[in-house]
Each structure stands twice: as C-alpha cells, then as structure tokens.
C-alpha cells in the first residue's frame, strides 16, 4: 500500500510537463539509438551528457534512463528486416526474425518484438518497484564462484543453440572465447595476442564484433547477391500485425523469459546479450517444434525481445538501490546522476524519494510511450524494405561505421570492423552461423576471471568451490540437464543403429 | 610573414574547442572530474571543453594518443597517478613522465581500506591479529596487477607483516559488489566508489591512505595509516596534461584558466559532490610531485616483488 502511495506520488512528478517532455526526448532518442545500427547505447549518453548540463536533475535523470531502456525496443528492427543486429543484445533476433521476414512477416515480428518489449519491460519495472531492496541484496550472495558456474554452464548450454552442426558451433565458440583474450588483462597485467599493435592493448569491443560479423558481414552478402531486388514484395495492411496463431504462440515466450531476462539482469555483465542468448535457447527446448527455430519460429523473436528488455528493467536495481552500477549501460547512467548532483546509494529512496519514485514512474510511462511510438512505426520501417538494395545498404554501412567509431573513438576500430565483416561474410557463405561466436566472447572472459577469483577465495580448492551452496547447485543442475543429453543422445543414437542394422538384415534376406 | 600569423594564433588562443582525452571509459572516476570542467570550461577558457574517451590498456592508449598529438592546446588530456606507475613496469611505450606536461593537478584522492561491515574488525590491529591467527585466509581485492590498489595491498601486508592473498578485479565497482557480499574481506578502493555505503553502514573503512583525513564531513571520521603507526601514504590524484613542447603562451594561458576554474567555488562543490576533493597545484609542483611519486613507487614495487611478478609474466 506504501508502495502504491509512492508510486502514485512519484506518477505526478513523472507527469509534470518538463518530466513528461523530458521522458519523451528520451525514449524517442532511445528507440533512435536502438534501430541505427552500430550505435551503442553507452555512447550516445556519453554524447549527450554535455546536453543535459542544464538541465533540472530530476528530468536529465527521466531522459538518461529513457535513453537507457529506449534503446532496447528498437535494437530489433533491423535484425528483422535486415539481418543487421541493431544492438549487440539483438543478434539472436536475427536467427529467426529475418527467416520471419522472408516469408513476408516482418511485420509481424516487429509487432510481436514491441509488445513482447512492452510486456516484459513493464513486468521489469513493476519487479523494480516491489522487491527491489531484496533483490539487490540477493544478487549480493553471488560471488565470482557462482558466476564462473553459470558462465560454465551457460556456455555448454548455449553452444548447441543453432540448427547448424555441434561441431562447427563449438569451433565458433572457440574462436569467440579466443578473441575475448585479447588485450591487457588484469589479472596479470600484461597484454596478450597484441603483437605490438598497441590498440590491441583495449581488446575486442562485443559491440564492434557484433557489428563487424553480422552487421557488415550481411550487407557484404546482400550486396554479393545477384538476384535479391527481385524479392520487394508490396506488403498488405493485414500482413502488419501477427495473426491470431501467432499471437497465440507468443503469449508464454514473452512472460517465461521476461522472467528469465530479469533474472539475468541482476547479475553483472552485459545482461541484454546474455538474457536474449539464454532466453533463445530457453524457448528452444519448450518448444513444441524445435525444428522450426532458425528458420522463422515467432517464439525466436517474441523470447529474446522480451529477455532483454526485462533484464535491462532489472539492472537498474544494484544502480539505484546500492549505487553499483552492474553493466556498461548503467554505469555511465550513474555518471549522468553523478555530474547531476545525484549519488545513488542504499540512502537514495529514503532521502530522495520524489526523485526515486518520479525516475520509477516515468519508466512505466515511458515503456507506454514507447509501445505507442513503435507500434505505428512498423509500417513505416517495412516500407523501408522498398527502397533499392544499392541504396539502402550503403546507407546501413554508413551508419553502422560512424557507431563503431564513436565507441572507442578510434580509427583502428573501423578496420577491425571491416576485417570482422569479411569474416562474418565468409562464415555464412561457408555454412557456419555466427551466433555462438558471440557468446565465446561475451563468456570467455567472464570464466576466466571467474576461475582465477574464484580459486583465490576458495583457497586453491576445488572442494570448498563445489561446496559452496549456491556454486554447488548451479553445478549440479546443470550437470544433470547435460547428463541427461547426453543419456537422450545417446539412446537415439542406439535406436538408430538398430533400425539401420535391422534394415541391412532385412535386406540380406 | 609566417611567425606574424603564429604569433597572432597564439595570441588569440583559443580559437576553437579542446579536446580532453579521457584515456578511460565513459562512467569512471577521471570522466566525472573531465566532465565537470567540461561543465564550467566555456566561462574560464573562453571555448568549450570536447571530452573524448579513448579507453583501453589501462589508460596507456589515451596517454599514447596524446604524446603523439599535435602540442597546440587543442588536445588535452586528463592524467592519473597511473601515468607515473604504468611506465615502471616497462610496459608502455612512452614514458609519460618526460613525454607529458602537466598543466593543473585538479583533486587528490587517497585510497580506503574497507571491510564488509559484518565482519568483526573495527581497527587495522584486530583485523592484523585475526590474519596472524588465520594465515592465508583473508584476501583482498585490487583493480588489476600492478594497480595502486594492488601495490597499497602487498604495502599493508608487508609493513604489518602478515600474508594476505590478492584478489584481481576489473575495478572499484567489481571489488564493492564482492565486498558486500563478503567474498572477499579486505579492498582499497577510491572513497567515491564506497562513500555510499559507508553512510549506510554496509562497508566499514578502516583505514585512509592520505597524509590527513579526508575533508567530507560523512567520510572525516576514518584514520589516516599513519595514524594508526603504519607508514603508507599512496594518494592517486587526477590532472590535466598537455602534449610536450606546448607553446609557452598557450602554456600560460592554460594555467591560468584552469587555475581560476578550479578555485572556484562552484566547481569545488561539484567535485566535493563526487567524493573527491580539489587540491590545485600548478604545472612545476605537479612535475615535481610525478618525479617524487614515481621514485618512491618504483621503490615500492620493487620491495613488495610486484615488479618481479609482472616481469615473470611477461616472460
């Protein structure tokens, strides 16, 4: 009831005017920052900060998170229509929402891809709003121990999560997690597989490999093609939004893993790429028809769509709750309250709550405002799909070079981006599906780190590392989940045998 | 002809924006500091401030981009004690000291020693005794090999003579999140990282590394080393620094502007806001102060055998 009082009070501060306008300017900024590929989010808050100088504190505050969370609804659009990941978090998107796309239901993957954003996010914020302190100092009780078990077993998880062979997924796993060794690491202060090239020292940026490979590589592959114009299709009103079937097989995908991505969010990492992966795979194995992943399952778009935008809610909680910000995301939001006047801490709602709770409220109302400006803008993006390919896709290169280099600010970074999509073009062309590449890169590191640490706390002992409660289960769970694979595969395996040297026999006789 | 025009360049210098290459991401510490002089820089330097982030390699890229960069006052850069550290371990390729010029130091801040307020130490000695009793078992966290908070934990241990294992993070905000959840007992962290949950009685500091006490009201009450009878002093401290060779008027002009920006009293309080605290020394104190810190510290590194561990590992 408190609560509710709070939130209300907070609503009528989110509705003044300069909040509303601020809240507006935002999301529009955000949903901007999410469709131009290449853009990362991080970056054009940092290029804004200097914007917001003047700004009242509780509105610059309102517009930053806007930005924050804007950015994951449009991150989808172009993976749909395009194939080209708009955020590194919407690279799963692209499995099946551009086989979606080809078959004519691009629109209704966008469609699904808002709603399922609006749905999740908005469970996001209302689990923001009610367990917020809880859950915070939950998230506390994971150490590195516990974050090196679910990076071990994320990692064999996610690997089989393509149609394409396990073998050729593994390979492309390794190659992530090698790339992810790049650069000066800390935990022995020397750099490693720079040689010499000093840049090499920052390592590879996920949101420049993601760009690179599937961004640049795609287009490389559009424009290679001989015959793709053929294919722009005039596309009816009705063909817009997802038929009831559709909407149907959507409806649980988008509440699982809005569940799941939150879940995901309240550990550190980059939890948008994470939560959308793991949702992918989640929606995968409930699946009534797997086999239909990859090749335009609406679960593969409503799943991960949701994952991220939940997770995203969610890790606004360490920022605002003990002022840690868990993901690059959020910790250059805490630097936007910072240069504000506004230290997050544990103190923030006690002390600050017109503050907290005007921030809490406008994200429910610009999660709407972000429904309403995305759902009429669907149309408006599929016709997009009408204009020339030799037009369109300069035009997407352009944009996805000038995000790259506003990330690190460096002109390196453009060549590295090149030399990724040519990768990513031969990858395709060579029937391996990037995807798991990524998520070498993005687990790599974090199971390196994670054993180093965790070895450390544990006192050099794999033992007490097992017996840790909450590292012990998450090994435990997972290893049954894979024993039982295993078990599965190989009993098909026998089945398949027997039918085979059943049939030989019977064609002796 | 051609010295007329430079001369009247100079003279009307600045002429366009400055570039700040904040050598660190976007969200850290040295970023807030570079932001909030981008905030106050129009009145003082007569053209606003640009920072840029050119993160990576723990700060060496920025700094090597500004070695190589043009000395014309349209590139500046935000300088760290790392300048000073990283080039002792041989690893980069300037060695920041002679190929950069200070302008202004802006803020000093000293590191805390902090443990998870549930653990029962309340003074350096309790904690020092436990860890005589319990051989190994305390760790402490740091933000990289080779870092100051890496070299202020092998400093503690040694000078108290007791063993304590080291924990490398990614930074302060990775050791407070393990701190809380009392993965680790022990982390030196820079005081805005923890500020927060020192009030909120989440953290406990034990000790300061500064030579006094901190000034903010909220974090005054924390002893100094000294003090306590230990000898470490490791303050970090965040500057602006110029290309070498900066032409002497630009050079001048600069001082000058910084100077008057950060005595004033509204860009103390926002720094003050942060958790830090402004202490203004001009370009020849700030060189003097990198020669006397980089003598010591190499000093340091060397006794703590950090320098030998780095070495091992490179080879």
């Known amino acids: ?509 | 002809m051609q010295t007329q025009t430079t001369l009247t360049t100079k003279n009307n210098y600045p002429t366009k924006p400055i570039t700040v290459i904040v050598p660190f991401s976007a969200g850290g510490g040295l970023d807030l500091v570079a932001r909030t002089m981008e905030k106050n820089a129009l009145k003082y330097l007569g053209q606003p401030l640009v920072v840029v982030n050119k993160p990576g390699g723990a700060g060496t890229l920025g700094w090597n981009e500004l070695v190589n960069a043009n000395p014309d006052g349209y590139t500046l850069g935000i300088s760290a004690l790392d300048v000073v550290i990283q080039p002792l371990y041989g690893t980069t390729k300037y060695h920041y000291p002679s190929a950069l010029e200070p302008i202004a130091q802006v803020t000093t801040l000293p590191f805390l020693m902090v443990v998870p307020s549930d653990q029962p130490w309340q003074d350096i000695n309790s904690l020092i005794s436990y860890a005589k009793q319990h051989p190994g078992q305390l760790k402490f966290g740091h933000a990289g090999i080779g870092s100051p908070a890496h070299i202020l934990g092998e400093t503690f241990a040694k000078t108290a003579n007791i063993s304590l294992e080291q924990v490398p993070f990614h930074g302060g905000n990775d050791i407070t999140i393990s701190l809380l959840g009392s993965h680790i007992q022990i982390g030196f962290v820079p005081p805005l990282t923890v500020k927060e949950q020192i009030k909120a009685g989440t953290l406990r500091a034990l000790a300061t590394t500064g030579e006094q006490r901190l000034t903010d009201p909220d974090l005054a009450q924390i002893p100094t080393f000294k003090e306590q009878g230990f000898d470490i002093v490791l303050t970090n401290w965040y500057g602006v620094v110029a290309p070498k060779e900066l032409p002497p008027e630009i050079k001048t002009k600069l001082e000058e502007g910084f100077k008057t920006m950060i005595a004033d009293p509204e860009f103390k309080a926002n720094i003050e806001n942060l958790g830090l605290q402004v202490e203004y020394l001009n370009s020849d104190d700030s060189k003097e102060k990198w020669i006397s810190d980089g003598d010591k510290l190499a000093k340091t590194i060397r006794e703590t055998g950090i320098l030998e561990q780095i070495e091992a590992q490179k080879s």
């Open chain 1, 1 to 509: 009831m408190d609560t509710l009082t709070m939130l209300l009070h907070g609503l009528s501060i989110s509705i003044m005017p300069v909040n509303l306008l601020a809240c507006i300017i935002g999301v529009l900024l955000g949903t901007l920052v999410g469709v131009l590929p290449g853009i990362d989010t991080i970056s054009a808050i940092a290029l804004l900060l200097p914007f917001s100088y003047s700004m009242d504190s509780t509105a610059a505050l309102i517009m930053f998170a806007g930005i924050y969370y804007g950015s994951k609804y449009g991150g989808s659009t172009t993976s749909i229509l395009m194939n080209v990941p708009g955020e590194a978090a919407s690279v799963v998107t692209c499995l099946d929402g551009y086989a979606m796309a080809q078959r004519g239901r691009g629109g209704a993957a966008l469609t699904v891809s808002a709603v399922g954003s609006f749905i999740a996010g908005t469970l996001g914020v209302i689990g923001l709003t009610l367990f917020a302190p809880p859950l915070a100092q939950s998230a506390l009780a994971f150490g590195p121990p516990e974050y090196f078990s679910i990076a071990l077993i994320g990692l064999i998880v996610l690997t089989k999560l393509t149609g394409t062979s396990t073998l050729k997924s593994i390979l492309m796993v390794t190659i992530g997690i090698i790339l992810g060794t790049v650069g000066l690491d800390s935990m022995s202060g020397i750099s490693r597989f720079t040689f010499g090239i000093d840049e090499l020292d920052r390592g590879f940026d996920l949101s420049l490999l993601a760009m690179g490979i599937f961004g640049i590589g795609e287009i490389l592959t559009v424009m290679t093609a001989s015959s793709t114009q053929s294919k722009v299709q005039t596309i009816r009103f009705r063909d817009l939004y997802p038929t009831r079937e559709e909407a149907r097989r959507s409806v649980v995908p988008i509440f699982r893993s809005g569940i799941l991505g939150f879940l995901i969010g309240l550990l550190p990492g980059p939890s948008g790429t994470t939560s959308s992966f793991a949702s992918y795979a989640l929606e995968k194995h409930y699946s009534k028809n797997p086999s239909e992943f990859g090749h335009g399952a609406i679960e593969g778009v409503a799943g991960p769509e949701s994952a991220n935008n939940s997770a995203n809610s969610a890790t606004m909680i360490p920022l605002l709750t003990l002022g840690i910000p868990f993901c690059g995301g959020t910790a250059i939001l805490l630097s936007g309250f910072m240069i504000h006047g506004i230290i997050p801490g544990p103190a923030l709602i006690t002390q600050q709550p017109d503050l907290f709770w005007g921030l809490i409220a406008s994200m429910y109302v610009g999660n709407i405002l972000l429904l309403i400006i995305n759902l009429p803008l669907v149309g408006i993006f599929v016709q997009l799909l009408k204009t020339p390919i030799y037009i369109l896709m300069p035009i997407v290169a352009v944009l996805t070079l000038t995000g790259a280099y506003t990330i690190n600010n460096s002109v390196l970074d453009l060549m590295w981006i090149a030399f990724f999509g040519v990768m990513g073009f031969y990858l395709r062309r060579t029937g391996f599906e990037p995807a798991p590449l990524i998520i070498g890169i993005v687990v790599g590191p974090e199971l390196e780190q994670g054993l180093i640490q965790s070895l450390i706390i544990c006192n050099g002992s794999i033992w007490e590392f097992l017996t840790r409660p909450i590292a012990g289960t998450i090994l435990a769970v997972g290893t049954a989940f894979i024993l039982y694979h295993a078990i599965h595969w190989f009993i098909n395996l026998k089945h398949q045998q027997k039918e085979t040297s059943i049939n030989s026999n019977l064609h002796q006789y």
